[in-house]
Every structure is written in structure tokens, then in C-alpha cells.
């Protein structure tokens, strides 16, 4: 079973504070997506990322895919509150028509 | 945003009734999912379509049918509802051109009492 493990579970921090939330596998991926969830929606695509090494910027979030394409990570600078929510990581394998999730990590950015 | 809806968007309903939800996309994607998040598990892929009235199962099948007979509709079954299949069910498409990046509606929350 392909797993993708998310860290924190939870994180709770203070506006203006920086963080980083990881994505980890033991197996390969042709492409992982970071996706945020707010309360009581569906989740809402971020990135996406193919190749490793790979860095995305969108705004103050930072995502990297690890070299191996078994990992990523997303970080956040100067965080808001607006960027409170579940961030999801979901992994994809060649012509799979399945994506694998993470269980998330919810954050909660405080005024 | 992509054009999915999802029908009900809440319903409450008892053990052993029918319940059938609805997912509509205006997008024309070729595959649709149907996934369950619970607290503590995260998306679960139920049942998923590559084409009309192609489906397969997912990892937690048990107790759902599936059937889309138009591009744009996907349906998903409860036979007979029981209480562990009270949860939030989201729909999702995916245009099947590349990366899997998939696209989600806005869930159902089911309650079964």
C-alpha cells in the first residue's frame, strides 16, 4: 500500500510567523499536488509538481517536490489568517487514474 | 473554478433507505470520482469512471454503486444507508489529458441516523 504521510497533523501559529508542512513517501511519484481545504468545501487545487528538485512559488507559499520524487514540502512566509485550513498532498503514479492523500495537516494562523 | 455541483449538499436520512447523491460537471472531463473523508482518514476513493458506463472500485467500494450513463452526471448509490456511511462525500473530474490533477466539488454532508 502506497501511504503518504503528512506532518504536522496540527499546527497552530501566530500571524506574521513562517512554517513548513511536509509530505513523505517511501514510494515514487510522477506528480504530487498540495490542495487547501476550508471548512465545509471541497479542496482547491494549489500546485502541482512533476519533476524533482522542482520549486513552485504562488505568492508566500513555497512548494518543493524532493529530488527522488518521494517527498515534498510546502512553506509558508509571513503567514495570514486567511491561510488557515487543511492542506492535503496527494501523490500520482504514471497512468494510474488513482491519486493517493495524505490525511492532512490543519493549520490555524491566529490574528 | 471548474463546473461541478453536487446534489444534495446535505441530507439526513435513516438506516436501511436508498440514498443516491449526484455529481454534475460542465467541464466535459472524461473521468469522475466519488471519495468520502472522515476524521482521521483522510480522502477515501469509493468508485471512479474513465468513460460512460466505464467504472471501477476504489479502496472502501463496500455498500456503494455507481452509474454514469452521460458524460456529465455521475451517481452514487447507497443500497441500504447504514450508520458507517454517515460522512462528507466529494465528487471529483479529472480532464485525463496528463498529470492527474483533479478538480472537487463542494461535498455532501450525510448523516445517516
Known amino acids: 500500500t502506497q501511504l503518504l504521510e503528512q506532518s504536522p497533523q496540527f499546527l497552530s501559529i501566530q500571524e506574521g510567523e513562517n512554517l513548513t508542512v511536509y509530505c513523505n513517501s517511501s514510494s515514487v511519484f510522477s506528480s504530487l499536488q498540495w490542495y487547501r481545504q476550508e471548512p465545509g468545501e471541497g479542496p482547491v487545487l494549489l500546485v502541482t509538481?512533476?519533476?524533482?528538485?522542482e520549486v513552485k512559488k504562488l505568492k508566500r507559499l513555497t512548494f518543493q517536490f524532493g529530488d527522488a520524487r518521494k517527498d515534498s514540502s510546502l512553506h509558508i512566509t509571513a503567514a495570514q489568517p486567511g491561510d488557515t485550513g487543511l492542506y492535503l498532498c496527494?501523490?500520482?503514479?504514471?497512468?494510474?487514474?488513482?491519486?493517493?492523500f495524505g490525511s492532512g495537516t490543519r493549520l490555524l494562523v491566529r490574528p | 473554478d471548474a463546473g461541478i455541483t453536487q446534489s444534495p449538499r446535505h441530507k439526513v436520512t435513516e438506516t436501511g433507505t436508498p440514498v443516491t447523491l449526484r455529481c454534475h460537471q460542465t467541464?466535459?472531463?472524461?473521468?469522475m470520482y466519488w471519495y468520502r473523508q472522515d476524521p482521521g482518514h483522510g480522502l477515501r476513493l469509493i468508485h471512479y469512471?474513465?468513460?460512460?458506463?466505464?467504472?471501477d472500485k476504489g479502496e472502501v467500494s463496500d455498500g456503494y454503486s455507481v452509474s454514469r450513463s452521460k458524460t456529465e452526471d455521475f451517481l452514487l448509490t447507497l443500497e441500504s444507508a447504514t450508520s458507517s456511511q454517515t460522512s462528507v462525500y466529494f465528487c471529483a473530474i479529472r480532464n485525463g489529458a496528463g498529470v492527474n490533477e483533479q478538480f472537487f466539488g463542494p461535498g455532501t454532508r450525510l448523516t445517516v441516523l
Open positions: 469512471s474513465y468513460g460512460v458506463k466505464d467504472t
Open positions: 496527494a501523490g500520482g503514479r504514471g497512468s494510474s487514474y488513482k491519486l493517493i
Open positions: 467541464e466535459n472531463h472524461r473521468y
Open positions: 509538481v512533476v519533476t524533482g528538485g
